[in-house]
């Protein structure tokens, strides 16, 4: 299992001294998941710092379409890796939003990550009148496409997606564990029909992701793991949510093996 933090535009070097100090003593090896945090840009060398002896990766929330030059403000993915980051969420639905972020860009992003030595999580989801349209396996399955008509084969199989529906981002109304697994069945098999390599990709659920309700979102054949974003400001919260993916783990290999989906997890 994976479980990424994404704090979004949140904490000051005060506040993160103790987040961080939590994280690294309560993530440990035999949790039996890969943690990552994505911080924001400038606190990418003080949490290198703090989880360097850990086992908990460092991303960041975005990358930029290039990778050096006359692009005032833009952060490129080669300089996050130079602090130790292993991970970028690409393509977020409030990047979307307000960013005006479409697929040639997020696809860009993912590419410059690949060429980095990053992961890209590529995020994914749809709106609350697209779900009450009957639109989701549509809108998501079109917008993963999308991504991948636009990168190799190579960079393709370094991908991680996350289904986001906008609807529980930030909301508290986290979808079930039923409905998130409806639609990473539809990625899955638009992955599967791509080839036996991408069917193995990993899947995240995120989406108002709590420690209470999230067994039964790791309890899905099709989830790999979670994007969490408030939740992950609580260093405890946060434990507790890769806690319970790690018993979601253990159960899972009982009743068979993961491939790919489980490549990443020894990643350090
Ligand atoms: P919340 O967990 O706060 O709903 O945010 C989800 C998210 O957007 C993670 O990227």
């Known amino acids: 299992m994976l479980v990424v933090g994404n704090w979004k535009m949140n904490g000051n070097r005060v506040e993160n001294v103790a987040r961080l100090d939590c994280l690294a003593k309560g993530i440990t090896e035999n949790l039996n998941v890969?943690?990552?945090?994505?911080?924001?840009?400038?606190?990418?060398?003080?949490?290198?710092?703090?989880?360097?002896?850990?086992?908990?990766?460092?991303?960041?929330?975005?990358?930029?379409?290039?990778?050096?030059?006359?692009?005032?403000?833009?952060?490129?993915?080669?300089?996050?890796?130079?602090?130790?980051?292993?991970?970028?969420?690409?393509?977020?639905?409030?990047?979307?939003a307000y960013q005006f972020e479409l697929s040639d860009a997020i696809a860009l992003k993912a590419k410059q990550a690949v060429v980095h030595g990053l992961?890209?999580?590529?995020?994914?989801?749809?709106?609350?009148?697209?779900?009450?349209?009957?639109?989701?396996?549509?809108?998501?399955?079109?917008?993963?496409?999308?991504?991948?008509?636009?990168?190799?084969?190579?960079?393709?199989?370094?991908?991680?997606?996350?289904?986001?529906?906008?609807?529980?981002?930030?909301?508290?109304?986290?979808a079930s564990?039923?409905?998130?697994?409806?639609?990473h069945a539809c990625i899955r098999a638009l992955l599967r029909s791509r080839s036996s390599q991408l069917a193995n990709t990993p899947l995240l659920y995120g989406g108002s992701v709590k420690a209470a309700r999230a067994s039964d979102i790791f309890g899905q054949a099709d989830v790999d793991g979670a994007l969490v974003g408030g939740a992950s400001l609580d260093a405890n919260e946060f434990i507790q949510i890769c806690l319970n993916a790690g018993r979601a783990r253990c159960a899972r290999e009982r009743t068979g093996p993961i491939t790919r989906r489980a490549a990443w997890q020894s990643a350090p």
Not at 122 to 138: F, H, I, K, P, Q
Not at 141 to 168: G, K, M, N
Not at 177 to 183: D, N, R
């Open 34 to 96: 890969q943690a990552v945090v994505c911080v924001p840009f400038p606190y990418l060398a003080q949490t290198e710092q703090a989880l360097q002896a850990t086992p908990v990766g460092v991303g960041v929330q975005d990358v930029s379409t290039q990778s050096k030059g006359a692009y005032t403000g833009e952060v490129s993915a080669a300089m996050a890796a130079e602090f130790g980051c292993r991970y970028a969420i690409v393509g977020h639905s409030e990047r979307r």
């Open 119 to 174: 992961i890209p999580i590529v995020c994914v989801g749809e709106t609350l009148e697209e779900r009450a349209a009957g639109r989701t396996a549509d809108v998501v399955t079109t917008q993963v496409s999308e991504i991948l008509d636009r990168l190799t084969v190579e960079e393709q199989e370094q991908l991680v997606f996350a289904y986001e529906p906008i609807w529980a981002i930030g909301t508290g109304k986290s």
């Open 177 to 183: 564990g039923k409905e998130a697994q409806e639609v």
